[in-house]
């Protein structure tokens, strides 16, 4: 599986934007996918994840009521809808996807993702 994240830009705060994840191979669905992201001069942090089937996912407590994370596994993408931005969610995101069976907090660990997307910029302006 490849991936390939999509729809970051400039926005302002209080916008939305939808961010996606598309994947190419086969067996999609057999992998849990999480979206990452990185503000300058800052480490990558975990922001949500969404198991295979999509039943159960996980987001970060700072974004958990204005990020939902979805899939379609049918079309083989991720989403991030992202709301109420604030200029603090400006970052580089990442999806990344992982096959290995694991529980948070170790979901929110980028060393179990072993297939990452190029990045896609967010910026938020005030």
């Known amino acids: 599986v490849q991936l390939q994240a999509s729809g970051g830009g400039s926005v302002q705060a209080g916008d939305s934007l939808r961010l996606s994840c598309r994947a190419s191979?086969?067996?999609?669905?057999?992998?849990?996918v999480a979206w990452f992201r990185q503000a300058p001069g800052k480490e990558r942090e975990f922001a949500a994840v969404?198991?295979?089937?999509?039943?159960?996912?996980y987001s970060e407590d700072s974004i958990k009521d204005r990020f939902t994370i979805s899939r379609d596994n049918a079309k083989k993408e991720v989403y991030l809808q992202m709301t109420s931005l604030k200029p603090e969610d400006t970052a580089v995101y990442f999806c990344?996807?992982?096959?290995?069976?694991?529980?948070?907090?170790?979901?929110?660990?980028?060393?179990?993702?072993?297939?990452w997307g190029q990045g896609t910029l967010v910026t938020v302006s005030s």
């Open positions: 990344a996807a992982r096959d290995t069976i694991v529980t948070m907090p170790a979901e929110s660990y980028a060393s179990w993702y072993r297939i």
């Open positions: 969404i198991h295979r089937t999509g039943a159960i996912t």
């Open positions: 191979g086969p067996s999609f669905s057999r992998y849990a």
